[in-house]
C-alpha cells in the first residue's frame, strides 16, 4: 500500500512537471510569436508615418498596444498620428488612459501638451507648457512649443522670447528656427524670416519642413522661382503646380 502511495505520488509528479514543461513550451512560443508580430507591426508604423498615412500608423500602433498596453513607444506612436490625423482629442484620451493606469513619462506629457495645442485648447496648453517648463527648464521643445502658443494669442515679443531661448539651449536647431521664422512673417516681418531660414538650408541640419516653410516666405515675398525651385525638391508637380497657382493669386 505504502509503495502504490509513493508510486501514485510520483506519478503525479511527474504529470505535474510534464503539464508544466507544456505550458512553459507553449507560452514561450507565444511570446516568440508575439514579439515577431510587435515587430512587423512596428515596421509597418513607421513605413505608414514615413508615407503620411498617418490612420493607417495609428492602427498599426494600436494593435501593437493590444499586445503590450504598456509600451511607451506605442502609446507616443499612437497619439503622435492621431493628432497628424486631425484626431487630437482622440489622443487626449490615450495619452490620459496610458497615464492613469501606468506613469506620468515626460513624453507622454510633451505629446499630451502637442495635442491639446492641436485641438484648440490654448489656455489648457499654455497652462501644461509652463508646468512642463517649470519642472525641466532646458528642454528646447518646450519653448518652440510655448513660442507657437503666444503666436496663437498674437503676443509676438512672447513668442519671440521663447523662441530666442530654445536657440539659447539648442543652437541652430531646425524645429525652433522654422517656427521663429514662421512668427516673424505672421508679425510681418518677411524678409527677416527669410535671413533665418537660408544658412539652415545649405546645411546638413536641413529639412523638409524648413525646406517648404521657406519655399513659402520666398513665394510671399515675391520670388516666385525660388520658392518654385524648393517646393520640387520634396513635393509632386502637380502638387507645386497647384501651390504656385494659389500663392500667385494672392
Known amino acids: 500500500m505504502l509503495l502504490f502511495n509513493r508510486n501514485t505520488r510520483l506519478l503525479t509528479v511527474l504529470s505535474v512537471v510534464v503539464l508544466t514543461s507544456c505550458i512553459t513550451t507553449g507560452e514561450t512560443s507565444k511570446l516568440a510569436e508575439d514579439a515577431n508580430t510587435r515587430k512587423v507591426l512596428s515596421q509597418l508604423s513607421n513605413d505608414a508615418e514615413n508615407a503620411f498615412e498617418y490612420s493607417k500608423a495609428a492602427e498599426y500602433y ?3 498596444l493590444e499586445l503590450q498596453p504598456k509600451n511607451i513607444k506605442a ?3 499612437l497619439a503622435r498620428n492621431l493628432r497628424y490625423a486631425g484626431m487630437p482629442k482622440e489622443a487626449i484620451k490615450i495619452i490620459k488612459n496610458y ?21 484648440g485648447m ?12 517649470t519642472e525641466n527648464p532646458s528642454n528646447w521643445e518646450l519653448y518652440s512649443i510655448l513660442g507657437i502658443i503666444y503666436d496663437q494669442k498674437n503676443e509676438y515679443n512672447l513668442a519671440r522670447d521663447n ?7 539648442s543652437p541652430e536647431n531646425p524645429t525652433v528656427l522654422n517656427n521663429y521664422a514662421l512668427s516673424l512673417a505672421q ?7 527669410i535671413k533665418i531660414l537660408k544658412p539652415i538650408i545649405l546645411s546638413e541640419k536641413t529639412t523638409v519642413q524648413t525646406r517648404q516653410t521657406l519655399a513659402l516666405l520666398y513665394n510671399l515675398s515675391g520670388s516666385f522661382k525660388k520658392g518654385q525651385a524648393l517646393m520640387q525638391r520634396d513635393l509632386p508637380n502637380e502638387i507645386v503646380e497647384k501651390n504656385m497657382k494659389i500663392m500667385k493669386s494672392f
Open 62 to 64: 494600436s494593435r501593437i
Open 75 to 77: 502609446t507616443l506612436g
Open 99 to 119: 497615464v492613469s493606469k501606468f506613469n506620468k513619462v515626460e513624453s507622454l506629457r510633451v505629446e499630451l501638451l502637442k495635442a491639446q495645442l492641436a485641438a
Open 122 to 133: 490654448l489656455e489648457i496648453a499654455l497652462e501644461t507648457a509652463i508646468q512642463l517648463k
Open 163 to 169: 523662441y530666442l531661448e530654445g536657440l539659447r539651449i
Open 187 to 193: 508679425n510681418g516681418e518677411v524678409e527677416e524670416a
